[in-house]
């Protein structure tokens, strides 16, 4: 948490960023910032904290898992939806008073921009440098980030390096995606790709068959591809997954008794979530120079399935 989150005036928002019905502002679970995108048929929402989209309906279906456990509250990251890890991923790299996953997800962002128009409904939200909450990274770097919905969903995350000399980050964009059965999902692309497995000391692991999701799975997947596909073979969605910025996807489920040891996951809910996330994990962080800004994101495009 930020030693003194920005005070956010709703009303104030709703001032200067409100668009008709496109982009509402209001408040959510524990009084906590929310916004409201539509477009067209779709719709999407997303909290100030931790520019946190938390549901995103794709033609009123919903794309996202979110627990019904999650705490909403500014200490912590909400549980699903799409918390955003930065400026690292993972356990910090030398410091056990750091929170895991970095300080973005629990830090209040605040509202740059809105847009509608004949594309799409958009928002771009900032942490700034200075709202840092550890001296190390005071002053060093901006996240901007920038999410667009229209038939599919658009966002980007944006680390802008305002310090003196080369900065090193990790990042991932922690999508929770909803699905039926969790043991009943393919990922096609991943057949065939080197992977860290974070469940076996990390031991670099080629995947052979089709990914299965039986128990616990946590994986880093190596010289990955532009796009992944998520087949749910119970309902026959298919969501596309375009990234770029990214050297690695990470496949997360936690399987039923790290569910369980969770207070903010619903005991059930791994059976019905599976974690794909563009990201460069701290095995290969990014380096970037003075001045200059690094940029991951992600499409998620429903695409219908061939009969
Ligand atoms: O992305 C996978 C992962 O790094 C797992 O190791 C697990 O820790 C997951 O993130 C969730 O982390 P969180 O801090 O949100 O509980």
Redesign the pocket.
């Given at each position: 948490m930020l030693a003194n989150p920005p005070i956010v005036n709703i009303e104030s928002l709703k001032d200067t960023f409100e668009i008709c019905d496109k982009v509402v502002f209001s408040a959510g679970h524990n009084q906590l910032p929310r916004v409201q995108l539509t477009f067209e048929g779709h719709s999407l929402e997303l909290y100030l904290h931790g520019a946190h989209i938390t549901s995103y309906m794709q033609a009123g279906e919903e794309v996202l898992w979110l627990s019904e456990s999650s705490h909403f509250n500014a200490e912590k990251?909400i549980?699903g939806g799409i918390?955003l890890c930065w400026p690292w991923f993972?356990p910090h790299e030398s410091r056990n008073d750091r929170p895991?996953?970095g300080f973005a997800r629990a830090s209040q962002f605040r509202v740059v921009n809105t847009e509608s128009n004949a594309l799409y409904t958009g928002i771009i939200l900032r942490l700034d440098a200075d709202q840092a909450p550890y001296e190390e990274w005071q002053g060093k770097a901006t996240l901007e980030v920038e999410i667009r919905l229209s038939d599919t969903l658009w966002m980007e995350l944006r680390t802008i390096n305002h310090s003196e000399s080369p900065l090193l980050a990790s990042q991932?964009i922690?999508s929770y995606f909803q699905v039926e059965d969790s043991r009943k999902i393919a990922i096609p692309e991943l057949t065939g790709l080197k992977y860290h497995d974070?469940v076996n000391d990390n031991q670099v692991t080629e995947q052979k068959d089709p990914i299965l999701l039986n128990g616990e799975v946590?994986r880093v997947y190596l010289n990955t591809p532009r796009r992944v596909t998520l087949h749910d073979q119970i309902s026959d969605r298919c969501i596309a997954i375009d990234t770029w910025g990214n050297a690695h996807f990470?496949v997360?489920n936690?399987g039923e008794s790290n569910a369980k040891a969770?207070g903010d996951f619903d005991d059930d809910g791994y059976e019905h979530m599976v974690?794909i996330?563009p990201a460069n994990a701290q095995v290969s962080p990014v380096s970037i120079n003075p001045g200059e800004t690094h940029r991951i994101g992600q499409l998620l495009t429903h695409l219908a399935i061939e009969q």
């Open positions: 990251a549980r918390p993972g895991q996953h991932a922690h974070k946590d990470v997360w936690p969770m974690c996330e």
